[in-house]
């Protein structure tokens, strides 16, 4: 099992709708979460980081944390076709571990 | 403010040869990290200072991979001898803080061709 497990995609959204990307971990020790973008061919930008299991909003994005179910997810609002790109999960339980990466396709 | 810079943006390079990447961080960051990412493998951390000191290089592959960071703006990551599967885009990131569950802002990366 990969410590840190994200669907690869490509994940298609029409514009407009909610893009939800799901990531999973092992370590239950884990206490940091964050999603970075990485445009193709560019390097990757932090989004969202969260800590505390719940919730987290900024802007049209929702990080969702649930520490028992060892998951984290990204909701994006309101997808534009500029959010197309794939998106990395990454989990620090005493070392920043990074997904795979689950390509988001927004369709106009 | 300038980011992190990193050069080469390309190497292409011939298997035995040694490679050099550098990394200058951003101004006032004392935490730098040096990624590879690979379509196989996605992004794994190599290695990481902070205030100039290696802290963990448990993700350095093997021994012909090399870090040194001289000075608070600058870093060099060195492969020798290469191999083909050393090819790769190589990414450093530095951080504000020490811990490395703070945010990190990544460079532009270095695209390394091992033929």
């Known amino acids: 099992q990969k410590e840190v497990e994200q669907n690869s995609g490509p994940l298609s959204v029409p514009e407009g709708a909610i893009a939800s990307l799901n990531c999973t971990y092992s370590?239950?020790?884990?206490?940091?979460f964050f999603w970075y973008r990485q445009y193709s061919g560019k390097s990757p930008e932090l989004i969202m980081f969260i800590y505390s299991n719940g919730d987290k909003e900024d802007g049209r994005f929702t990080a969702q944390l649930n520490k028992a179910s060892q998951y984290v997810s990204l909701l994006i609002r309101d997808s534009q076709p500029s959010d197309s790109a794939t998106y990395l999960c990454?989990?620090?339980?005493?070392?920043?571990?990074f997904g795979q990466g689950t390509e988001l396709s927004v369709k106009p | 403010d300038a980011g992190v810079i990193q050069s080469p943006r390309h190497e292409v390079t011939e298997m035995g040869q040694e490679v050099t990447l550098r990394c200058k961080p951003i101004s006032g960051h004392n935490s730098l990290f040096w990624y590879r990412q690979t379509m196989m493998r996605g992004l794994e951390l190599l290695i990481y200072f902070n205030n100039n000191v290696p802290i963990d290089d448990s993700g350095m592959p093997e021994d012909r991979f090399s870090a040194k960071m001289p000075n608070a703006s600058f870093s060099t990551l060195k492969i020798q001898p290469s191999e083909p599967r050393d090819s790769a885009v190589y990414f450093c990131a530095s951080s504000p803080t020490g811990e490395v569950r703070n945010e990190q802002f990544f460079g532009p990366g270095t695209r390394l061709t091992v033929l």
């Open positions: 990454a989990v620090f339980g005493g070392k920043l571990i």
């Open positions: 370590d239950r020790g884990s206490q940091s």
